[in-house]
Every structure is written in C-alpha cells, then in structure tokens.
C-alpha cells in the first residue's frame, strides 16, 4: 500500500490513457472486462466478448497462447458507414518484441472470404464460410522501425519512434508499450460483426486490443462480463495490480514470465505458474475494523466528522465516482492532526480511478488540475493509498480521469470523474478545536478533606470475585511519579502475574487523594483497563490546585444558536446520534454509555451552555438524567489550564432565565452534567475520552433548573456510515484472560 504525509502543502481499471503528461489531460478506454482475458472464454465466434457499446472506447488485456490463439470480439454496428477504430499494443517485453497482431473482422457487406484466406486462422474462415459473410483483415505490418503504420491521429500524436520501435507510454499507469497496429473500418451497413484478434507470426504473445471509437464514457452502466482466465493474478478481486503482471513491471516484476515465448508449430502445452511463481491473493475488502471511537457520524448533507480528538484513527473512503466513507456519500470530511485517510478503489464500478490533490478549494470547485500533485495512479488507488495529517488545514482531492487543464476547464464534461462528483474536501483540525474547558468553581465549595479515601471504599466497589490492589509509582499504571499510586480492581489469582501490584488499598499506603481515572495499557498487557491514580499530596497543599478549581474538558463541535438564522444541520445530527445511540441508557438495557452517545452528549452539553435560547432536546434531557453520558475529562492540556481557556462557567446563570421566559415547562439540566460533585473522591471528571464507557457516574438533579424540553425527535440518518456499539472491557475479563494466556 502506498502513503503520503500532507502537511500544508501542497477511467477503467488499468486502461490505456491518451494525454497531455504536463497537464494530466487523459483520454482513456474503459476497460472490458477487468482483468486478464485468457483460454477459452472469448475463443470462440460463438461465445465471443460483446463490446457493449461500439461509439465508445474499451479495451481489453489479452494472453495468447499456442493452445487459444485467437479471442473474439462482437461489435453491432446501427448504421453504415459507423467507424469501427482499433489498436493493439504489446508491452514491451523483449520476448515479444517479434508479436506482431492482426485482426479479422467477418460481417456483412465485407469482401469474400476466400480472399482472405492465407491471412487467417482456419477457425475465423469456417465461421465465415459457414455463416457466408465476408472477411476484412488487418495486419500490423513486419517493419515496426516507425510509426508511420498508425492510421488514427489520436495515437499518431501521442506516439513516439523509441529504440527503432513505435513506442507508446501510458502516464497514469507508467506503462510501456510498442504500438503494432493501428486501423480502422468503415461499416459497410448496420449489422453485428465479429472481431477476431491473433498473433500473425504463429507465436505466443500478450497485447491489449482497443475498440471501437474515440468518444469517452465513464458512467453509463454496463453489463460487463467477469474474466475466467486460470492465470494466477488475472483477477482483479485476487490482484488488484492485475495490470502490472500484464506488462511485468512494478510490485508484480517478481511473477512475470507467462506466456513464455513458443512457436506455436507442433509446441505442448504450457504449464500455469503455480505456487511461488504466482503472486499472493490480496484481500480486496474495503477498510477494517475500528474502534468505536474512530466511527465518523455522517449527514444527509455528505459531510462526515470524526468525533476522536486525538487523532490516530484511519478512515477508508471508497474511492469511486461518488465516494463512500462506509455506507454514506461523503463530500467532506472533518479529521483531526494524526489521522489518516485511505483512498481504495473497490474496482465495484469496473473504472479506473487516480488520484490528485489540488491547489486549493476554487480549483477543486472547477475541477482545475494545474499545478496538482499527483498522489497516486490507477494501480496505487485499487491497492490503497494512505494520506496522514500532520499539520491542521484545508486539503482537496479528486480523480483526474477525463478532465482537462484549466484552460481547458470549459470543454470537459461527464466524462470528468471530478466533474461527475469524484473529489472529495478534508478539514483537519487541531485537537484544542475539538475540546473546549471550563470550570464550575462557584458551585463546587467543598472541603477536599470530605474526600479522602478509605480502604473500606475500595473493597466495596471492586466486583465480587475481585479485591483491591496497588501499585506505587508505576508509569506502566498510570501514575506520574513517586508520589502517586494506582489503585485497580482484579481476581487475586491474577496479581502473581502483575509485576509490582500487591494486594490493599492506596490509602492504606497513606495516598488518599483522588487525582484521575485512567485507562493504561501496560507493557505485555493485550488490552486496556481502568485505574484510580491517587496522590500523598493534597491537593491543598499544592501551588497548581485551589480549591475551588474545576478545570475540566468537554468534546466541542461549534453548532449555531438558533437565533443566529443560520443552518440547524449540524444540531439535528447530533438529536439523530443521541437518538439512535443512546436508548439503552435511558431503558437501562445499556450498563455503560456508548462512544457513539456519549460524544455527542458532550457536545450538546457545551452547546447549551453557549446557547441559552436553544430549548433543551427531550432525549437529550432524558439521558443527561441519568447521569452516564458525560463526565468531562479532568486531563487538561497544559496550555488550556489557565483563566482564559477554562473560564468559569455559572451554569445557574447560562441556562436560567432566558428559558424561563418561554413559558414552557420542563427541567433544565443545570448542573447534572454527569458530574456527582459531592461523592467522596470530590472529583468526578476523571473520564476519559478515549474510554467513556468506563465512567461510572450517578446522576445528581438536586442542583437542576427549569427549563422547556423540546421532545420532539429526528428520523434516523439512512446515509450515516455503520458503526459498532462500544462495549466496555472489563478489568476482571482482561486479567483472566491474561491468566489463561500465561498457564
């Protein structure tokens, strides 16, 4: 798979593309089928290749052998005097570089057949003496030193004299080839004609045969058949670089070699590569499993968010003329600093596809690719391309296929895959613009010795089956330095198997200051658990604390008030998350809040704090009653903890009156944000983002105001990309599992 990092800077599958190298104007055939072509499927007039439609370009990638020397093709013809164009090309392989190809077109209106008779294979003749229509042949001529055997201006143009060879190079697919003939036939009269394809000199040979007009079109669908060649490689779903093995270049260098060269006079059959000699199937699914956390919520509008601050995730678009992030049509996307993006091709749609990053967002609306950056070619796309985000910004990408220059922007037209709606916008954002912090000092008076622990607490909230233990100063666990102690719950059997960790209570090591809870993962450990850090400093005594500090964060998605007359979208895709993500808390079916509520329970959070005149959704109101859904994350960055960046929020004030004038009914969530302010540990903001599901909080209403409840909700999102529901890992099945693993 190839990659890119981008900082702020700057068709059918493998077919052959005409075009400007400079300005990346290409005119492709479509490819028919994808794949190889081989054996006998297409060896016979009587099961031959249909060409779909004739007024446009196809092309096909053909291996002839001594056993199957001629592949047929059928072409019908709606009127006479309709032109039937064909090339063919051989890669440039030293062992054909004596290939040279013919092609015997049988219908009505041509010339007798016994004219062509010394010019044919015998089975091409018995077809037309059987069906007693007439013949026309086209061979490549034996001298190949020029090109002055190519009849089209198309491949005139775009061909060059290389090495005494007529010589064609294929940008997109860095391809090489020699140009053996070229030619065409005006239809005597409309009808169907066969098209039989061959090697002249009586030899094995590969070549690609394009048929059967110039004009271009990438999007009308097709019944395309699938290749049957028994070639290893030959199939794309096996081998999505099917066309590097055709021309031996490239990841599949290693497997060439088939057909060998054979004089087809008395030879035997040749073997099929076996083993070792065939490339390694590829798994040409799209994407794999993420987290819960990674899974984008996307709209009805094509815009996709990734609700993960911390970056990290990987996100797969389908990269097709309409691409898909899962089951959604995506226009944008919005990541953050460390994610990366994966543009794969399925190869569902049997085009070709490449991709480009443009200069910037006018380009990219008209589809201009001057001064782009190619970032990968059709091959690069169908294996998978990684792009990582390093730096915040706005990036845009799209496919090239069929588009022009921007002094030639005008001209282009549905064959533009970027016109079509192939492009695709990426936003990535700085990790502090998804969060946003704040302090509820004025309502959080305490005496912090209320919330010393006790050993007592800590053999009571661990499970039946487990007991308390420790240990000091262990990064592996989370903690800080000597000062501080993890306190964790697991089976006493497991603690033998947990370098450091003894049995007890951190109090009992006199550590009875909560600090935070973490989920660590310790080096060896094969998954995540839950810790409670716990300091033998109080937080009294420190420069750092007050004791009325409550800085703590909040997932953030800036979302319009109501009265700011602006779009309601990205509020109502929030109602839609809760909606469909969050039932099981409010029914109880649900022991642990999913990412997939939680995040955008946080975010409503922030949003009416900022928004007093929004009225407060009733699902919204009905899971923030029960406590599980947002904690906030005590884990302040550094450069957030200060007056500016984490204001004091009086929450009293920010939802009170406003709502009241309303004069509808309802309660306001005032306080009970997720956070019991009076339990013993005196803070409860220690969830993680990572990990929301291990919050255990309870809810606390006491403190709430009235407010109006708007109980209506939104529709599920038909277009929203699948997820996983986030299931919570146990420390108790972790640790026996690390048991069994160990015996």
């Known amino acids: 798979m190839s990659s890119l990092r981008l ?22 055939h479509r490819t028919l089928p994808s ?14 290749l249909v060409v779909p439609n004739p007024a446009i370009s196809w092309a096909t990638y053909g291996i002839y052998t001594c056993d199957d020397p001629v592949q047929w093709y059928e072409a019908t013809t709606v009127a006479a005097g309709q032109m039937l164009h064909f090339t063919l090309t051989v890669p440039e392989i030293e062992r054909f570089r004596g290939a040279r190809m013919s092609a015997a077109v049988v219908g009505p209106g041509l010339p007798a057949a016994d004219e062509a008779a010394e010019d044919v294979p015998d089975a091409v003749m018995d077809h037309a003496t059987a069906t007693g229509e007439g013949i026309a042949v086209f061979a490549s001529p034996e001298d190949q030193a020029t090109c002055a055997h190519l009849a089209s201006e198309t491949m005139s143009g775009a061909s060059t004299v290389k090495d005494d060879r007529c010589h064609f190079y294929e940008p997109y697919g860095g391809s090489n080839l020699w140009v053996v003939l070229d030619d065409g036939l005006a239809a005597p009269e409309a009808g169907t004609y066969k098209i039989a394809v061959f090697e002249t000199n009586g030899m094995t040979a590969k070549a690609s045969f394009a048929c059967c007009d110039w004009p271009e079109d990438f999007i009308t669908p097709f019944d395309i058949p699938e290749t049957e060649c028994d070639l290893c490689g030959a199939l794309p779903a096996d081998n999505p670089a099917w066309s590097s093995l055709f021309y031996e270049h490239k990841s599949m260098e290693d497997y060439g070699g088939y057909p060998p060269f054979q004089q087809c006079d008395g030879a035997s059959p040749i073997e099929l590569p076996q083993g070792d000699s065939c490339p390694p199937a590829m798994d040409n699914a799209l994407g794999l499993e993420v987290s819960e956390s990674c899974t984008p919520h996307c709209g009805r509008d094509g815009v996709c968010h990734s609700h993960n601050i911390l970056g990290d995730c990987t996100f797969t678009v389908d990269w097709v003329l309409a691409p898909k992030l899962g089951d959604a049509n995506v226009t944008k996307l919005v990541v953050f600093k460390g994610d990366t993006l994966t543009f794969r091709h399925s190869t569902a749609d049997n ?27 059709v091959e690069e796309v169908v294996i998978g391309h990684d792009v990582t985000f390093d730096e915040a ?8 296929i069929g588009c022009a220059s921007a002094s030639e922007v005008a001209r282009q037209g549905s064959s533009c895959h ?3 709606g192939q492009r695709l916008t990426v936003e990535v954002k700085d990790a502090s613009e998804g969060m946003r912090c704040h302090n509820h000092a004025s309502d959080h008076a305490h005496d912090h010795q209320d919330d010393r622990r006790t050993a007592e607490d800590s053999a009571a909230e ?28 697991a089976p006493a059997t497991a603690l033998a198997f947990m370098a450091g960790v003894e049995e007890g209570a951190c109090v009992e090591q006199e550590y009875p200051h909560k600090v935070a809870e973490k989920q660590v993962q310790p080096a060896g450990s094969p998954m995540a658990i839950m810790v409670t850090i716990y300091s033998n400093v109080s937080p009294d005594s420190t420069e750092e604390s007050d004791e009325d500090s409550d800085c703590h964060c909040h997932s953030y998605e800036e979302i319009a008030c109501p009265d700011d007359a602006v779009s309601d979208a990205l509020y109502d895709e929030h109602i839609e998350e809760i909606t469909n993500f969050c039932p099981g808390v409010v029914d109880g079916t649900e022991a642990n809040c999913p990412y997939n509520c939680y995040q955008p329970m946080e975010v409503l959070h922030l949003h009416y704090l900022e928004c007093p005149s929004r009225i407060v959704d009733g699902t919204y109101a009905a899971v923030d009653a029960t406590g599980q859904c947002h904690g906030g994350s005590t884990d302040v960055p550094g450069e957030m903890n200060n007056e500016d960046t984490c204001p004091v929020v009086d929450l009293a004030h ?40 291990v919050e255990d909080s309870t809810p606390n209403d006491e403190n709430a105001a009235a407010e109006p409840v708007d109980e209506e909700s939104t529709p599920d999102d038909e277009n929203a990309a699948p997820c996983t529901m986030f299931g919570s890992i146990f420390v108790v099945g972790f640790l026996l599992s690390l048991v069994l693993s160990m015996n």
């Open 351 to 377: 085009l070709a596809h490449n991709l480009f990053q443009l200069l910037d967002g006018p380009a990219l609306d008209v589809c201009a690719f001057d001064g782009a950056s190619e970032l990968a070619n």
């Open 462 to 489: 661990c499970e039946e089956g487990s007991v308390s233990a420790f240990v000091l100063g262990d990064a592996n666990y989370g903690a800080e330095g000597d000062g501080e102690c993890s306190e964790l719950c």
């Open 35 to 48: 794949g190889l072509t081989c054996g006998a499927q297409f060896g016979s007039p009587d099961a031959p």
């Open 7 to 28: 900082s702020n800077v700057l068709m059918p599958l493998g077919a052959l593309l005409l075009g400007d190298d400079q300005h990346r104007f290409a005119r492709a």
């Open 418 to 420: 970027c016109q079509v």
């Open 393 to 400: 910004g706005e990036f845009h990408f799209a496919c090239s």
């Open 654 to 693: 920010a939802h009170g009156a406003d709502m009241e004038a309303d004069g509808a009914e309802g309660t306001h969530q005032g306080d009970s944000h997720g956070h019991d302010h009076g339990n013993e540990a005196g803070d409860d903001h220690g969830h993680s983002h990572a990990d929301p599901a």
